[in-house]
């Protein structure tokens, strides 16, 4: 569940004395295995879980560096 992270405080009531803590909230989004890498952008570097494969793909396009 996505949930907006910026809202005002008035938003926000107490939780009754006896209310139970949700314990099966998800803190992270899902990680996908990559199979290829087909092109590469150099904008963002969140390529940590799969190296092999950017070195892999460098060594196939080594003309793109």
Do not use: W
């Amino acid at each position: 569940m996505r949930i907006h992270p910026v809202f005002h405080k008035k938003l926000l009531e107490p939780a009754p004395p006896d209310a139970e803590l949700a314990t099966d909230i998800e803190l992270e989004d899902d990680e996908y295995e990559v199979e290829e890498i087909r092109d590469l952008r150099k904008i963002g570097r969140n390529l940590t879980n799969c190296k092999s494969l950017v070195r892999d793909f460098h060594r196939k396009h080594s003309k793109k560096r």
